[in-house]
């Protein structure tokens, strides 16, 4: 089992807080002979007569020295799983779960947007303190 994010607990606090429950964490990612683990994988039922949301949850600290670094690996790990599922789960979504801090001292750049965009990856903006959900950002 992979070792477990130091923001782990406040986003999963905060996705049970908004609605979403947790199915699996971890969860694991298995296509052919790989297999990974994501952080979390939850669902929320929108309304009694529609199937619900189904998402999966990469969480990041980003607490290094280097952000650009850590937000390298962080995009390799989003990319090869959003791969897979798109193969064996294609309804899931995937996010990367990050604090609210370096979401507007590092996210918010111009260069980094440029990545986000360019490669579609899905955030989940997280008060980590409040265990609260700030945004959703697609």
Known sequence: MPAKDTYHQAVKNALIKDGWTITFDPYPIKYEEVKLFADLAGEKTISATREGQQIVIEIKSFLSRS????????????????????VTHPSYQVYLAVSHKIYEKFFAQVAVELI?????????VVDIKKEEIIKWIS
């Open 116 to 124: 986000l965009q360019k490669y579609q990856v899905l955030l989940l």
């Open 67 to 86: 952000p650009m670094r850590e937000f390298e690996t962080a995009l390799g790990q989003y990319l090869i799983y959003q791969t897979f599922l798109s």
